[in-house]
Structures are given as C-alpha cells and as structure tokens.
C-alpha cells in the first residue's frame, strides 16, 4: 500500500474526536473502579453489584456516542477511503504518548466497524495488528503511583515490611489486630520461600492498587529472592464492618489461576496504566493468556480483542479442521471445536425439539443476564461474536451439513470480500473456553469398573463437585433449570463448572414445592403428571430419577447431596436472598485461610462451607453456611 499524504484537516477532526471518545470512555470505566475502594470501606455490597453490572455497560454507549458524533459532525459514513486510510494514520500519532493505547485501537476499531464495510476491516482502515508498543509503559507524573511498589526487609523483621505493605494502600478503615496479621502473612510467605537465606536482592513486589471483587479486596504481588520468584495474593474482609483483617494468602501459580479464573466476575481495580498490570499478572500466571486477563479486569473488548488475535495466529500455524463437538447433542446450540485449540463454538439452532419451550431472543438475554451476574466460580465466561469468518477448507463436511441441517439462518459460504477465497461464516456464535462434559468425565469412571481404586474416586470427586456446583449458584441466586450432568463441564483440574444457560433463572423467580399425593389409586399408578403445574414451579424431589439412574452415582449422591431433593433446601436459600443477604464467596480453600494462630479456619464472622469434598457430607443444609471454596482451574 502506498500511504496517503497526512494533509486532511477532515482526517484530523475524525481522529481526534474518536480519541475523545475514547478518553471519555475510560475516564468513567476508571473512575467507577476507583470508587470500590470507598464501596469496599463502607461494606456497600449491594452498590458494589450494581457498579459492575453498569460498568459492563460502559464500552457500548461510549462507541455508540462516538459512532453517532462522526455521523452527525462529519458525515463518516460517506467519506472516501482515502480519509479513513489517513485517519488511522492521525489516530496513531495521537497515541504516541498515550497510556491505554491498546484499549485506544480497539476502541477505533469498534467504532470504525460499525461504519465501513467489512471490506475494509483490514489493516490498512482498522488494528487488525497493534501499533503501538506497551512494553515499559509507565506514567511519567511524578506525583502519580506506579504500577507497582517493592518493599525491601533490609535485615528488618519481613513482618515489619508486610505490615508497611498494607498501611500503604491507605484504606478508611482499622485492621482488627495488623500485628498478628502481618506475623500471620510473613510466616506464611517464610515458609513458601524455605530455609535458604536472604539474598541482597530479597524484595516484595507489590501492585499498587486492590482489586475488589464481591465482598473482598485482594493484594496482588510476588516475592523475589535470587532466582526464586513467587507469586502472592492477600484476601482482606471485614470481620465486623469497618474492621478488617487478612482472612487468607494465596501463592502460587495455580492460587492466583483460581483468583483469577474464567468463570468468575471482573474486579473493580483502578489502572493508569492497564497494560502495565497485565504485564505484572502474567509474570505471576505465565500460562494464562493475556485476553484472559484482560477480562478479568473487567476490560472485556481489548480480551475479547486479544482472544481474536490469537485464534487467527492459531488458525494460521495449524491444519485440523473445524468439527462437531463430542459428547450429547444440546437441544438448543449446535457446538462445535478446533481439536488443537482450547475452546468451543457454540451456534443458536433455529428450531428446538419440545420440551424446549424457548426463542433465539430468550437464549441470548440468558447469555447477558450470565455476563452481569457474579459466576461465583461456577459459571463459564462466553465471549459473543458476530459475523465470524473462517476458510471453507478448515471445516469438515459433516459440519457444514449439521449447521445447514439445524443453524441455516447463521450459516453463509461465500466470497464476501471478493478476494477469491471461499469462506464460512458465521452470523453469530458463543466462545467459551473447552472442558471435558460432565457425563463423559463419569463414563470414564464407569467404563473402569468398581474395581477400580483410581476411577471409583474419580467418581465420587465428580459427583461431590457437581453438587457444590449446583449449591454454589444457588447461594449466587441462579437456579440451572436443566441439570443434567452434560450441562457441566469438568475442568483441568477437577472443577465442575455449569455451561448451559438458556434454561436459568433467578432462584428468588421460582417457586420450589413438594409433589402432591396421589388423589386415588389411578393418580399413583398413572404415568401422567395428576397435578397442576405453573411456569416457575419447581419440585427437587423429581431431579432423582434423571440424574441418580447409577447406582453408584446414586449412593454418592445420596450421601453428600441429598438436600438437593428437598423443597425445604432451596425455599430457605430463597428466602436468604430475598432478605437482601450478600453471601461471601471464596476463590481459595480452607488450607490457606489464617485463623488467631495463623493456621487455617474460618472467621468467626461467618460459618464455612468447603469445597473438594469437604462439605458436610451428613445430608444437612450445607447453606446454612456463607461460603464457597474452589480448586484450581
């Protein structure tokens, strides 16, 4: 391509107002995130919900607004392809000294998008590849924190430098005992680092902002002693409101993988320098991709960006095709998978076989209402994409007929761009990250035998996971509506996370019941339903006969869960909810939490329900607890 010369005032104007948009847009995301820090002070939890379900709408309104101003000042739309080459060209020099330039080149491709044709979305119009470097990007305001703060002992107590650590993020708020505190984290952090001795460059690195999230607030950092580097979080609660204490440490990779995971909500954390904080986090989670990261920190476009990116680079460096997903067809999304690549397609079918009682409009208003909720560790993130285009060669045949057979409507092979190249393409779809389906995880157990040590515990992991899974969105107000065991996935680790949305609801719209006695002796032996049910009526007991059909499952089942089939378990969750109660949710076992003694246990403030098999196995109400725990992903 030969460059255009720089000399329209035009291109210049366009520019500059989609970096004032830009500008306007992270402005409002940033100061919505620095305001946890006052929410978290003042135990607002209830605000601290409602901030990150508005801040998830931010990115949208800013790229309309800007869309909008282009069309009403500029006439955008209907300027030559001349102008828009050189506004790239103007918007690239605006961000020379910028310090989100990354969020900055998504943003003009969002809203450059929505103007040109899809001819255009390349590199010579949009960011189809970054321009701008973010290595050592930093602010150059003295006055400003940096993104990280390193704390030397010195021959000091390292209780001293953590206790300093922590009275540096100046929170409103009096620690209930920050000696014991502090001892309590730097034995911890003594033992993560063994006996050898100080090194002359011992430190502790820490980023200079909390992240908040739920109820908590987490201190993010490593220690760095020779050539050992290890990587912490400090989970800070209120034991009482307005007093706070350390409740837990976490170290290591996989720890901070879990604080971090795919199927949680974003923090709230304030960041100058975003790029720089994705930079420090994957020096702590080298193996999680940075799109990943990005979302976490509630920036969802530049993830969903970065996540793009990567899947062209993978489809370019790789030959396997496109296939049907394995395991049990979904009555509602047809899925499909790239072998070598570690997520899942998922399309809206056009028609769906009774019972499924559903449109394509209510699937996906399921999807969003997931995306503002809380995932409390049990529910997958989905990235949505329209229009995704990929090389007619790297489907297989028996794709392209099942999605002709069942997805026709989002299904076009053509030439759109009219380079000679065929392509598929796919008018809208759900990405979310791969795990093995539950049932299959069990069939391998059963296909073992009961001889067998190994698959027997397998089993029994399985199905003590599947129910924390469930009562874990119960506590986060989501009923699953269809529970069967494919509608879960099983994740590297042994996490059972829920993937299938279009049946949930909120628990607080259902109405949980007992099934009626039979009337008469023709109620009892009939096969049909003798009693009236409404739209939201639920009845637990009835979950057993299509799901505990093995005998196995059914013991273990019967012996951790049993709750699960019961009215009186989900009615009193309900009321919980209904009282306006916040239930705290842990992303970290009861082994790293710090009790008056520095040893693990639970706060006297709240009672704890663990996870991995450590629930109460005697059939109580495990929700008369506030907790939940997981393992790492």
């Known amino acids: 391509m030969s460059l255009p010369a720089i000399d329209s005032a035009l291109a210049r104007q366009i520019a500059q107002a989609m970096i004032d948009g830009f500008n306007r847009h992270y402005r409002l995301f940033r100061t919505e995130s620095a305001r946890a820090k006052h929410r978290f002070e003042t135990c607002d939890w209830h605000g601290q919900q409602r901030a990150q379900r508005e801040r998830i709408e931010f990115y949208d309104l800013r790229v309309r607004e800007c869309q909008r101003r282009l069309e009403r000042e500029f006439k955008a739309g209907e300027q030559p392809m001349a102008v828009w080459q050189q506004v790239k060209l103007h918007?690239?020099?605006?961000?020379?000294?910028?310090?989100?330039?990354?969020?900055?080149?998504?943003?003009?491709?969002?809203?450059?998008?929505?103007?040109?044709?899809?001819?255009?979305?390349?590199?010579?119009?949009?960011?189809?590849?970054?321009?701008?470097?973010?290595?050592?990007?930093?602010?150059?305001?003295?006055?400003?924190?940096?993104?990280?703060?390193?704390?030397?002992?010195?021959?000091?107590?390292?209780?001293?430098?953590?206790?300093?650590?922590?009275?540096?993020?100046?929170?409103?708020?009096?620690?209930?005992?920050?000696?014991?505190?502090?001892?309590?984290?730097?034995?911890?952090?003594?033992?993560?680092?063994?006996?050898?001795?100080?090194?002359?460059?011992?430190?502790?690195?820490?980023?200079?902002?909390?992240?908040?999230?739920?109820?908590?607030?987490?201190?993010?950092?490593?220690?760095?002693?020779?050539?050992?580097?290890?990587?912490?979080?400090?989970?800070?609660?209120?034991?009482?409101?307005?007093?706070?204490?350390?409740?837990?440490?976490?170290?290591?990779?996989?720890?901070?993988?879990?604080?971090?995971?795919?199927?949680?909500?974003?923090?709230?954390?304030?960041?100058?320098?975003?790029?720089?904080?994705?930079?420090?986090?994957?020096s702590l989670m080298p193996r999680k991709p940075r799109a990943e990261i990005y979302n976490a920190l509630g920036l969802a476009k530049q993830g969903k960006n970065l996540f793009y990116r990567d899947l062209l680079w993978h489809l370019r460096h790789s030959t396997d095709r496109f296939r049907i997903a394995p395991g049990i067809k979904g009555m509602v999304m047809l899925v499909f998978d790239l072998p070598s690549f570690p997520y899942v397609f998922k399309i809206i079918r056009d028609r769906f076989a009774p019972p499924k009682d559903t449109t394509r409009e209510q699937v996906r208003g399921k999807y969003q209402l997931v995306k503002h909720h809380d995932r409390v560790g049990r529910m997958a993130d989905t990235m949505e994409f329209s229009l995704l285009a990929f090389p007619r060669e790297r489907f297989t045949d028996e794709l392209i007929a099942e999605i002709e057979q069942h997805a026709a409507s989002q299904l076009e092979i053509s030439d759109r761009d009219g380079d000679g190249q065929t392509e598929v393409i796919i008018q809208h779809a759900y990405i979310e990250r791969r795990m093995i389906p539950l049932n299959m995880y069990l069939q391998e157990a059963f296909d073992a035998g009961e001889g067998d040590a190994a698959a027997s515990a397998q089993l029994e992991r399985a199905v003590i996971e599947y129910g924390n899974a469930i009562k874990d969105l119960v506590a986060a107000n989501i009923f699953p509506g269809d529970m069967l065991w494919k509608n879960f996935g099983v994740t590297r680790h042994g996490k059972v996370v829920f993937y299938d949305y279009d049946e949930i609801e909120y628990i607080t719209d259902c109405n949980f019941r007992r099934v009626p006695p039979p009337r008469n002796e023709e109620d009892e032996m009939s096969g049909e339903i003798w009693y009236h049910v409404g739209k939201h009526d639920v009845f637990p007991e009835t979950f057993a006969p299509f799901l505990l059909g093995n005998p196995r499952v059914r013991e273990a089942f019967m012996r951790h869960h049993a709750d699960l089939l019961e009215p009186g378990f989900w009615q009193r969750n309900k009321e919980r909810i209904q009282r306006g109660e916040v239930i705290d949710f842990f992303p970290y076992g009861a082994h790293r939490r710090f009790d008056g003694h520095g040893v693990a246990a639970a706060p006297a403030c709240v009672d704890l329900s663990v996870d991995n098999g450590e629930r109460p196995a005697d059939g109580r109400d495990a929700f008369a607890t506030m907790t939940a725990t997981e393992s790492p992903e």
């Open 91 to 282: 918007y690239i020099g605006l961000l020379v000294q910028h310090q989100q330039p990354e969020l900055a080149e998504t943003f003009f491709n969002s809203v450059t998008t929505r103007i040109l044709h899809r001819s255009y979305f390349h590199n010579d119009f949009i960011f189809v590849r970054p321009a701008i470097s973010t290595e050592y990007l930093e602010t150059d305001d003295p006055r400003a924190k940096t993104t990280y703060q390193a704390f030397y002992p010195a021959g000091a107590p390292l209780q001293d430098t953590v206790r300093a650590m922590l009275e540096s993020f100046a929170l409103h708020c009096d620690f209930e005992d920050l000696a014991r505190d502090a001892r309590h984290v730097a034995d911890a952090m003594q033992r993560e680092l063994g006996e050898g001795r100080a090194r002359p460059n011992f430190q502790v690195q820490a980023l200079s902002s909390l992240f908040y999230r739920n109820k908590g607030a987490y201190l993010v950092g490593k220690l760095i002693n020779g050539f050992t580097e290890v990587p912490f979080a400090l989970a800070l609660l209120h034991r009482t409101p307005g007093t706070l204490y350390v409740d837990a440490a976490l170290f290591g990779e996989d720890d901070l993988a879990v604080l971090f995971s795919f199927s949680r909500a974003y923090f709230m954390v304030d960041m100058e320098i975003p790029s720089a904080y994705v930079q420090f986090l994957r």
